[in-house]
């Protein structure tokens, strides 16, 4: 059981590039968040799915894109990246259908770059 | 949108020391969870806590939903907790982090 697991672990862009980041959970999952970490500050939900083939915007959503259309996958895209991008991002994932609790399980982040 | 503040936002211990880390948010939440990010980087659940008390070790939680907080208790600190705990409070399926208490426990 691997848990949530993120590729790649670190990039480093050029502004105006363009990349996918990649999440995934063998937990079976309804809920997957992206999130993204700036230094001296708590987390800042960027998207977010709450099934298979749904996504929804978060507290920061501009400047990315994203898809989830398999349940155990969630990609984040940044079509055009800009400096202001740089940051940790962080992918979880939540809800087991039956079960009452939300717990979310995070994975190890992925340290992105633009210059 | 729901504001969600802690208390305090750094905090430096002696090892051995018991410390409270406080979480207020502005609304009603659905949930809320504490959780331990260690100096590496990884977020590490600890409680998943919407209301009542929850214990796990030399940790424990407490949340009082009428009255928009919680608490987590650290007992004899070890410098492995030293790190940033974070509270998350989630509403309409919208999760909203605090900006964290940063702990430093020194030996």
């Known amino acids: 059981n691997a848990g949530v697991t993120q590729t790649p672990k670190f990039r480093v862009l050029k502004t105006g590039q363009s990349m996918t980041l990649l999440c995934a959970q063998d937990?079976?999952?309804?809920?997957m968040y992206w999130y993204r970490q700036d230094p001296g500050m708590g987390l800042r939900l960027i998207h977010y799915s709450v099934g298979e083939g749904t996504t929804a915007k978060g507290e920061v959503p501009d400047g990315y894109n994203v898809s989830r259309l398999k349940k155990q996958n969630f990609l984040l895209g940044l079509e055009s990246a800009a400096p202001s991008q740089t940051s940790v991002y962080f992918c979880a994932s939540s809800y087991v259908p039956g079960r009452i609790d939300y717990e979310q399980y995070f994975g190890p982040g992925t340290r992105l770059t633009v210059t | 949108g729901i504001q969600v503040e802690q208390s305090p936002p750094d905090l430096i211990l002696q090892e051995g020391a018991n410390s409270t880390l406080r979480c207020n948010f502005s609304?009603?939440?659905?949930?809320l969870q504490w959780f331990h990010q260690n100096p590496w980087g990884q977020l590490i659940n600890l409680f998943y806590?919407?209301?009542g008390t929850k214990q796990n070790g030399r940790l424990s939680a407490t949340t009082v939903a009428t009255e928009r907080y919680s608490l987590l208790y650290i007992s004899s600190s070890q410098t492995t907790d030293s790190g940033v705990y974070f509270c998350a409070v989630d509403r309409d399926d919208k999760i909203i982090f605090g900006k964290g208490t940063r702990l430093h426990i020194l030996p």
């Open positions: 806590i919407p209301s």
């Open positions: 609304d009603s939440v659905n949930n």
């Open positions: 937990m079976n999952h309804e809920y």
